[in-house]
């Protein structure tokens, strides 16, 4: 494929979709986006980690060639204007697996967000957020080593579907009319209005997202977190079709809590996932107090956005959680901040929420052994407390370094590994 300033780099080699699962040579080429603000501070600070686990692990035999693409105010500077480019959505569609940095979004105008855009243009309809706990990170939990969840969230329905309506405008007007008149809907005048669209298709793909993970790394329950006692038809029906697929195309591997009890004595037999499911708000109040007992989650946009970060705050902050927005193949590895523009160029920030996702990038593609150095090297870092201001600031004792010097000293375990 020709791209006008995209420059996919010689001798690497794309990945490719065979026979439904994904093909992945020892010469990658991956993308990556840089981002805005603080974004090339820590990107640069990841990639030198990133390629010194991959050098470590393999010694040579694999290498990551990294294709650079461009949104946000970098790609406007790039493509006249347009922070959005149609070259670079072909590009992570082409790649297959990308990372990226934050992104400028506007707060009540402007352009609309480039990451809400990214997934609903290329349908990455989860969002997976791995929560665990590190030794040494500052934490407000008694025991926060209980933690240890992946979030599997809902990216394209919901109220984040952007079918909104402006007080006052001729749509949000017209739409008010209908629904009191036609449908004796009650609400006061001149409110702005929004459309939640809730989906079985949108749900049971999510769920069984959600479930093939629990299968495929072993863990013992998958919990859908929802609404629906009080929005019944549509957090409810996501609770419902998640039950649904479950029993459909899972029957062999899963339970539900219900029959956990009933049959099992609440013990769950070997092999066997449970399906149980949670109010949202008691959830977030159960991932405070008894956090072992979930594994899995799914849910739905607006609650997985709360619920990844307050859990993320549990183990240390949305500074050192990865993320990625996922498709059936294509995916998209990101932080899970936002661009910290008051910071931007100070190399002060710590890069360890991209530096995460990128060891899920390489978990995902099957290099578990970058994602494993670069884990064990974090640890290990933070039991020296050699830290960014951040965590110095919250640990007597410490070491504050810069963004690239949280990176040296990364790297230097990684080599000693």
Same mark, same amino acid.
């Given at each position: 494929?020709?791209?006008?300033?995209? *420059?996919?780099?010689?001798?690497?080699?794309?990945?490719?979709?065979?026979?439904?699962?994904?093909?992945?040579?020892?010469?990658?080429?991956?993308?990556?986006?840089?981002?805005?603000? %603080?974004?090339?501070?820590?990107?640069?600070?990841?990639?030198?980690?990133?390629?010194?686990?991959?050098?470590?692990?393999?010694?040579?035999?694999?290498?990551?060639?990294?294709?650079?693409?461009?949104?946000?105010?970098?790609?406007?500077?790039?493509?006249?204007?347009?922070?959005?480019?149609?070259?670079?959505?072909?590009?992570?569609?082409?790649?297959?697996?990308?990372?990226?940095?934050?992104?400028?979004?506007?707060?009540?105008?402007?352009?609309?967000?480039?990451?809400?855009?990214?997934?609903?243009?290329?349908?990455?309809? !989860?969002?997976?957020?791995?929560?665990?706990?590190?030794?040494?990170?500052?934490?407000?939990?008694?025991?926060?080593?209980?933690?240890?969840?992946?979030?599997?969230?809902?990216?394209?329905?919901?109220?984040?579907?952007? %079918?909104?309506?402006?007080?006052?405008?001729?749509?949000?007007? $017209?739409?008010?009319?209908?629904?009191?008149?036609?449908?004796?809907?009650?609400?006061?005048?001149?409110?702005?209005?929004?459309?939640?669209?809730?989906?079985?298709?949108?749900?049971?793909?999510?769920?069984?997202?959600?479930? *093939?993970?629990?299968?495929?790394? *072993?863990?013992?329950?998958?919990?859908?977190?929802?609404?629906?006692?009080?929005? $019944?038809?549509?957090?409810?029906?996501?609770?419902?079709?998640?039950?649904?697929?479950?029993?459909?195309?899972?029957?062999?591997?899963?339970?539900?809590?219900?029959?956990?009890? +009933?049959?099992?004595?609440?013990?769950?037999?070997?092999?066997?996932?449970?399906?149980?499911?949670?109010?949202?708000?008691?959830?977030?109040?159960?991932? *405070?107090?008894?956090?072992?007992?979930?594994?899995? %989650?799914?849910?739905?946009?607006?609650?997985?956005?709360?619920?990844?970060?307050?859990?993320?705050?549990?183990?240390?902050?949305?500074?050192?959680?990865?993320?990625?927005?996922?498709?059936?193949?294509?995916?998209?590895? +990101?932080?899970?901040?936002?661009?910290?523009?008051?910071?931007?160029?100070?190399? $002060?920030?710590?890069?360890?929420?991209?530096?995460?996702?990128?060891?899920?990038?390489?978990?995902?593609?099957?290099?578990?052994?970058?994602?494993?150095?670069?884990?064990?090297?974090?640890?290990?870092?933070?039991?020296?407390?050699?830290?960014?201001?951040?965590?110095?600031?919250?640990?007597?004792?410490?070491?504050?370094?810069?963004?690239?010097?949280?990176?040296?000293?990364?790297?230097?375990?990684?080599?000693? !590994?």
């Amino acid at each position: 494929m020709e791209y006008r300033n995209i *420059q996919i780099p010689e001798g690497g080699e794309k990945l490719s979709v065979k026979d439904g699962k994904l093909s992945v040579p020892d010469n990658p080429v991956l993308g990556f986006v840089e981002g805005d603000g %603080i974004g090339p501070d820590i990107t640069s600070a990841c990639m030198r980690v990133w390629d010194a686990a991959v050098a470590r692990a393999y010694g040579g035999r694999r290498k990551v060639y990294w294709a650079e693409l461009y949104l946000g105010e970098k790609a406007a500077g790039i493509y006249d204007g347009d922070y959005f480019p149609a070259e670079t959505l072909a590009a992570v569609q082409d790649l297959i697996v990308s990372v990226k940095g934050p992104l400028t979004t506007p707060v009540g105008g402007g352009f609309r967000s480039l990451n809400v855009s990214l997934r609903q243009d290329l349908d990455l309809y !989860a969002c997976v957020r791995p929560v665990r706990y590190y030794r040494g990170v500052p934490s407000p939990l008694k025991r926060p080593e209980e933690v240890d969840v992946v979030i599997f969230r809902e990216n394209t329905e919901d109220v984040y579907a952007g %079918i909104e309506y402006q007080s006052g405008s001729e749509e949000n007007e $017209k739409l008010a009319r209908f629904l009191k008149h036609e449908m004796g809907a009650d609400f006061f005048d001149g409110a702005g209005l929004g459309v939640k669209p809730i989906s079985a298709y949108g749900s049971k793909r999510l769920v069984r997202k959600a479930i *093939q993970y629990a299968v495929d790394h *072993q863990k013992p329950s998958v919990t859908l977190v929802h609404k629906g006692n009080i929005m $019944k038809f549509t957090e409810g029906a996501f609770r419902n079709w998640g039950y649904e697929l479950a029993r459909e195309e899972f029957p062999e591997v899963t339970i539900t809590e219900d029959e956990l009890w +009933e049959k099992y004595d609440g013990q769950a037999p070997a092999g066997k996932i449970v399906i149980k499911d949670r109010i949202a708000d008691i959830m977030f109040q159960l991932m *405070q107090l008894r956090p072992a007992e979930f594994d899995v %989650i799914a849910t739905m946009n607006l609650n997985g956005d709360y619920l990844s970060d307050a859990l993320a705050a549990e183990v240390g902050g949305i500074g050192i959680a990865p993320g990625a927005n996922m498709a059936d193949h294509v995916a998209v590895f +990101e932080a899970t901040h936002g661009t910290a523009p008051k910071y931007a160029n100070q190399n $002060k920030v710590n890069p360890s929420s991209l530096m995460f996702s990128g060891a899920m990038m390489f978990e995902y593609i099957g290099w578990t052994e970058v994602a494993g150095l670069i884990s064990a090297a974090f640890e290990k870092t933070i039991g020296d407390k050699v830290v960014t201001y951040d965590f110095a600031r919250l640990m007597d004792g410490a070491e504050k370094v810069s963004t690239s010097g949280f990176a040296d000293a990364l790297i230097r375990h990684i080599e000693s !590994a």
